[in-house]
Every structure is written in structure tokens, then in C-alpha cells.
């Protein structure tokens, strides 16, 4: 059964011109674009988004990132399309991502890492309806 999943690409991607790479290597990874859309989230969107991060010393400096640029969200869909995008998309850190990966080629630190991605088919329904 086809699932879907949310896939953001972030502000500094989009800054260096990235996003038609990383949309390249979605499509040559499997997944199925379903939707998409070009925004620039306004700091209530990003605190309303990142609302389950709240507490943490994370939060602030996100909610900024996240607003200081255009994003890309789309909606992705294919089996297992919420694991097999974190495995393209690779762990937070960059530097700890393997070859090949999304965060590896085009993030530069834990903060600014080029892209997000639903953790679970719950989340991302929830992070689906919250975009479409």
C-alpha cells in the first residue's frame, strides 16, 4: 500500500539554489510528487509547525530559520514513503549522514539542513493537512 509522507525543503536550500537537485534525486529515488508548493512561512506558521518543540533550546532559532526564506512542501508518495524519505534524506547532522544522502550533499550544519520530513505516517498526516 502507497503511503505519504511531508517533505519541506528549507530556506538555506533554496537560498543556494538547491532545490532542483534535491527534487532530481526524490523523483530518481521512487517517490511520487503529489503535490507542491513554493511558501514563505510566517512566524506564526513556524511557531504553529514547531509547536511540539516548543520547550526547547532549539525552538526560537528554528521558528527564525524557518521564516528568514521561501520553503518548498510537497507531498510524497510511494510504499514506505516515510522511512524511505528519512533514508534519503539522512540523520540531522550532516556530517553523520552517509553518502549519497540529501542532508549530506546539500546542508551545512544541524540547524540549516537543507530539508525535513514527516517521523511517522501519524505526523504525517497531521504535517500534510497543516501544508494542503
Known amino acids: 500500500m502507497k503511503e505519504q509522507t511531508l517533505a519541506l525543503i528549507k530556506p538555506d536550500a533554496i537560498a543556494k539554489r538547491y532545490q532542483g537537485l534535491i ?18 512561512l510566517t512566524e506564526e506558521g513556524a511557531k504553529a509547525f514547531y509547536a511540539v518543540h516548543k520547550e526547547k533550546e532549539f525552538y526560537e532559532p528554528l521558528v527564525e530559520f524557518m521564516t528568514s526564506g521561501s520553503i518548498i512542501a510537497m507531498i510524497l508518495e510511494k510504499e514506505n514513503a516515510v522511512a524511505d524519505y528519512r533514508e534519503l534524506m539522512g540523520p540531522t ?24 520530513g514527516s517521523d511517522s505516517p501519524d505526523n504525517a498526516k497531521k504535517e500534510i493537512a497543516f501544508f494542503f
Request: hydrophobic share 45%; net charge positive; no cysteine.
Open 93 to 116: 547532522d550532516p556530517g553523520a549522514a552517509a553518502e549519497g544522502t540529501l542532508r549530506r550533499k546539500f546542508a551545512e550544519t544541524t540547524r540549516r539542513n537543507a530539508v525535513h
Open 23 to 40: 527534487i532530481h534525486e526524490i523523483l530518481e529515488a521512487g517517490f511520487e510528487i503529489k503535490a507542491m508548493k513554493m511558501l514563505h
